[in-house]
């Protein structure tokens, strides 16, 4: 989930848990992208940046397979 204020939750879906919140945008937060592998995430903000995370568990643990 992006957020107004900077932040990206990513959540089990099995729990609705978040198994992470990335920090670093400034303002809104309006697309996400996920790598084939799960491993990284894309993330695009009002503040006209780009950010490319890695992430804790591959897409398949975060989609609560």
Do not use: I, N
């Amino acid at each position: 989930t992006g957020h107004y204020q900077g932040e990206v939750v990513v959540w089990e879906a099995a729990t609705f848990r978040p198994v992470a919140v990335l920090k670093g945008h400034r303002g809104l937060v309006f697309s996400l992208g996920f790598s084939p592998d799960g491993r990284a995430l894309a993330s695009c903000g009002r503040d006209k940046t780009m950010r490319l995370w890695s992430l804790p568990a591959p897409l398949d643990a975060v989609r609560g397979r």
